[in-house]
Each structure stands twice: as structure tokens, then as C-alpha cells.
């Protein structure tokens, strides 16, 4: 699956985005609407959690904004979940070392390459 925003990091293009702390679809659609090149989904320091979060990628996937995920913390299973609900790019929080890092990366990966299952 093509993934836009990663297209655009690695190309160099800047992007204009928003962070969505509101944790409803209703914004998320309007703000979608708005010609964002993403939206941040704020599981971190907003009220969301995976039924959220999905209602809002629901909400931006008709849009041309790319929606990215930030889970409450780096936690695998919730890594997980988000993948499963559609999420296709993650900022991890709370990232303190390599092997954190490599315990998120892992996460998002299928046996052999990684854990998530």
C-alpha cells in the first residue's frame, strides 16, 4: 500500500499538517477537508483510544490528508491494534534508546522480521 507522507519525507517536500486533540471524527473530517497534507492523531495526550482513532481515520480516508497515529505509549499490543485498525504511519512516544526503538520497529513487523502477530 502506498503510503504518501513517507513518499514525501524521503522526496524532501515540505508538508503542512495539524495535530487532532478533540478525538472525534467530526474534526478530523473537517479539518481533512481542509487541504492539510496530515493530521496528527493525538492517542498520547488527547482521549483516544483504538475505537477513536479509527472513526477518525474513517473520517480523513477520503480526503487527501495523510493520517499518522501516536499511540498513548510505546507499547507493542497497542502498536498492534492501530496497525490492525488501519494505521499505516506511527510516531512512537517516549522513544529513550536503541533498544526501545528496535522494540517498535519489531512491533510493527511479521514473524520473522519482527512480533507482531
Known sequence: MKNAFKDALKAGRP????????ANSYSAELLAGAGFD??????????NNVQTVLTQLQAIAPYPSQPVVRPSWNDPVQIKQLLDVGA?????PMVQNADEARNAVAA??????????
Not at 503542512?16 to 478533540?22: A, C, K, M, P, V
Not at 493530521?39 to 482521549?47: F, M, Q, R, T
Not at 499505516?88 to 512512537?92: A, E, G, N
Not at 510493527?108 to 502477530?117: L, S
Open 15 to 22: 508538508q503542512i499538517g495539524l495535530w487532532l486533540g478533540l
Open 88 to 92: 499505516q504511519t506511527l510516531l512512537i
Open 38 to 47: 496530515w493530521l496528527l492523531i493525538d492517542g498520547e495526550h488527547a482521549p
Open 108 to 117: 510493527t513487523r511479521y514473524p520473522p522480521a519482527g512480533i507482531r502477530g
